[in-house]
């Protein structure tokens, strides 16, 4: 529900959350809690419209998501939230999305959306209309029906169960494998930059040995990756404390509590937060993250 592809970060949390939101409720509901939550054909209708006006232009017209917004139909969307309750999912809904905006949709769009959401991962309408106090669960097992919904079962991860992939998995697996793995657009780069590191193109290791602007140059030719990611990889993994990842979190937060409301573009806040916090900023950028999050949930 993003209104802007600047901020892409949107996601609905319905990855992250996924982890961390759903079953929170699960088993306060009792029996009610493991059957079908229900919503009405004319509340879905109204849900596609209120998506194909805020949530459609990152998370796409067919669901399928685009950059940092994921998917909201299949067997990947399904399985995150199966053993959450469908108030797990309005909640999320209505406390955090927008991410620019949060708690701006009004409990019946909230409503309506999740009705479109169920509607499209194959869930059958009913004569019960969705609300913020329905009970039961997002997606209850056998209730899911093949009209609308992508059943098709996930081939196995390329590599050993419980491991990460090598980049000689991976680009031995190629493209149309990583495709079927639900990957989407990212396959291509994904299987592209497996090979050049496989080939010997780029030793992701030795970048610990150079600098931050050269690691980050190294990083920034490979397909697909661009400032945030590079980022992300020389913090996370390539041990750059200064690299200052910055997406809408952490963009909002410089913004209004460093610059007075003054917008500037992603590189051009990252460039002054790597000034401004030093050689060790990645670690203010781990905190201005955290609070922009909790920020937002606590309202």
Known sequence: MIRTPQRVVLSLFFVAAAVVWPGARATAQG?????????????AEAGAAVYRQTCAECHLANLRGSFEAPDLSGPSFRDGWRAATVAD??????????????????????????????????VSPAD?????????????????????????????????????????????????RLVKLRLGYRAA????????????GLSLLALREVGYQEAKSAL???????????????????????????DVWVRRTLEERYLGGEKRPPKALAAWAR???GRHGGYA??????RGRSEARRG
Request: hydrophobic content about 40%; glycine content about 8%; some cysteine.
């Open 189 to 200: 780069y994904v299987a592209r930059t497996a090979r050049i590191v496989a080939e010997g």
């Open 128 to 176: 019960t209309p969705l609300s913020l106090a329905s009970p039961g669960r997002a997606f209850a097992a056998g209730d899911i029906s093949a009209t609308g919904a992508t059943n098709a079962a996930r081939p196995p991860v390329p590599g050993r169960i419980g491991t990460v992939p090598s980049p000689e998995a991976l680009a031995e697996a190629g493209e149309n």
């Open 285 to 290: 950028q781990q905190y201005l993250f955290h």
């Open 89 to 122: 999912l309005l909640d999320l809904i209505r406390e955090t999305m927008p991410p620019d905006a949060p708690r701006t949709l009004s409990e019946q769009q909230a409503a309506s959306v999740a009705a479109y959401l169920l509607r499209e991962n194959g």
């Open 220 to 246: 920034l030719e490979l397909p697909g990756v661009g400032e945030k990611v590079a980022d992300c990889v020389l913090l996370f993994s390539l041990e750059k404390l200064e690299a200052f990842p910055v």
């Open 275 to 277: 000034d401004r916090f």
């Open 31 to 43: 029996a009610a809690g493991t059957q079908q939550a229900a919503y009405t054909r004319d509340q």
